[in-house]
């Protein structure tokens, strides 16, 4: 059973479209992350919580939102998702030991 | 501003060979050090922290504070150490940084 899962695996959709992406986990960690990746810019912090109350904007956060419905739950919005948007993206929950742990990935195409 | 550096996106090695990724970091504080690896069609993994001082799969890592380095090596590659390698630095804020990431391929 996966601990941190991601919905959908995979998604098209076009310009100018809402788009939101699920996060869950069962791992009982307060602390989660929305990673993307794409080639050669390796994984770049997009929103990032600390608790349910906590939300905090990462290096890339510009045309995206979040929401931290629960613990287990972390959501991430595009609003009007736009080309440049393509990519793959990971969400990610953190223990008091500083270990990541991942989920297994949602791509994301803007056409 | 803290920044992570891997400075090769390609590396090959042969089957037994010694391999090592680099990863050179910036930060103005006490940081904490991290490799992650992604195999083929898994998910991304913890491989190894500098505080724990362990050695995982064969493979070993050192901070070293005065070059700012975090550099993962391990003495004889094996085939199965073929994946997509990432380093990863963690400041006071339990932000994680990380960096462009090294595919290494070890050659039969």
Not at chain 1, 69 to 78: E, M, V, Y
Request: charged residues 20%.
């Amino acid at each position: 059973d996966a601990d941190v899962t991601q919905t959908p695996r995979n998604r098209i959709t076009k310009t100018g479209k809402r788009i939101m992406l699920e996060c869950s986990q069962t791992k009982g960690h307060d602390r989660m992350y929305w990673y993307r990746q794409d080639p050669g810019l390796g994984l770049r912090l997009i929103y990032y919580s600390f608790d349910v109350k906590d939300i905090n904007k990462g290096e890339i956060s510009d045309g995206y939102s979040v929401s931290r419905q629960a613990q287990a739950k972390f959501s991430l919005s595009l609003e009007s998702a736009i080309p440049n948007q393509t990519a793959l993206y990971f969400c990610a929950t953190s223990d008091t030991s500083k270990r990541l742990f991942f989920g297994s990935g949602t791509q994301l195409s803007v056409l | 501003a803290q920044r992570v550096t891997q400075p090769e996106k390609l590396l090959s090695v042969f089957k037994g060979a010694p391999v090592e990724l680099k990863c050179n970091y910036s930060y103005s504080g006490s940081p904490e050090l991290f490799w992650y690896v992604q195999y083929s069609r898994q998910r991304l993994q913890l491989l190894l922290r500098h505080i724990s001082r362990e050695s995982i799969k064969g493979f070993t890592a050192d901070l070293n504070k005065g070059e700012t380095s975090f550099h993962l090596k391990k003495p004889f590659a094996q085939e199965e150490d073929s994946a997509m390698y990432y380093c990863a630095l963690s400041g006071d804020g339990n932000q994680f940084y990380f960096g462009t990431g090294t595919s290494l391929t070890v050659i039969p």
